[in-house]
């Protein structure tokens, strides 16, 4: 087989994360038009992402976050995003770099985009997942508040973690 001295892997991967940083900035420009929201799952410990400690304690390795009505300050860079989300009625800023991102979905469309790390080891999907939902529209049994998107940090929404089972169609 040849040498791929091209690297279409990597032009590939670069674009797709360029679709991720668009969509997010039309996001932040606009808001969500529609029904559409993300999944956004990264590495927690990669170079460059920004949680606190407590939520790094809780999501050592790969965290989950849902984008949908309850984030605020959606700011877009070259190479991360910022974005303010409220966890158990905490809020919290976390920055995260593109490069640590390892999948992306929009449900409402049932697009997604998966991305491997940047030392080249896969990150499988697991059926399981754990997602740390700063999101109302999850089961009524997740969350308890329904609040819009431009809700402040103490509206009193919170997040929980739920199943991306739950999300699932069977």
Same mark, same amino acid.
């Given at each position: 087989?040849? &040498?791929?001295? *091209?690297?279409? @892997?990597? #032009? +590939? ?6 679709? #991720? ?18 999944? *956004?799952?990264?590495?927690? &410990? ?7 400690? $407590? ?6 390795? %790969?965290? +989950? *976050? ?11 860079? %070259? ?5 303010? #989300? ?6 919290? $800023? ?8 390892? $999948? ?8 997604? #985009?998966?991305? %491997?790390?940047?030392?080249? /080891? ?5 059926? +399981?997942? %754990? ?9 009524? /049994?997740?969350?308890?508040?329904? @609040? ?12 929980? =973690? =739920?199943?991306?089972? $739950?999300?699932?169609?069977?």
């Amino acid at each position: 087989m040849a &040498t791929d001295l *091209i690297r279409y @892997d990597v #032009l +590939t991967r670069d674009a797709l994360r360029g679709v #991720l940083r668009q969509v997010l900035t039309d996001a932040a420009a606009h808001g969500l038009p529609g029904e559409h929201h993300f999944y *956004i799952t990264f590495l927690s &410990t990669a170079d460059g992402v920004k949680i606190s400690p $407590r939520l790094l304690s809780q999501y050592p390795k %790969e965290m +989950t *976050i849902i984008l949908q009505h309850q984030f605020w300050d959606l700011v877009v860079a %070259e190479d991360h995003f910022e974005v303010g #989300l409220s966890f158990s009625g905490i809020p919290e $800023r976390l920055v995260v770099p593109f490069n640590a991102i390892t $999948r992306f979905f929009d449900p409402s469309v049932q697009f997604g #985009l998966q991305f %491997e790390t940047s030392d080249g /080891a896969a990150s499988e999907l697991a059926t +399981t997942s %754990e997602v740390a939902a700063a999101s109302p529209d999850v089961p009524p /049994a997740a969350t308890d508040t329904q @609040d819009g998107p431009d809700e402040p940090p103490h509206s009193g929404g919170g997040a929980e =973690v =739920v199943r991306l089972d $739950r999300f699932r169609k069977k």
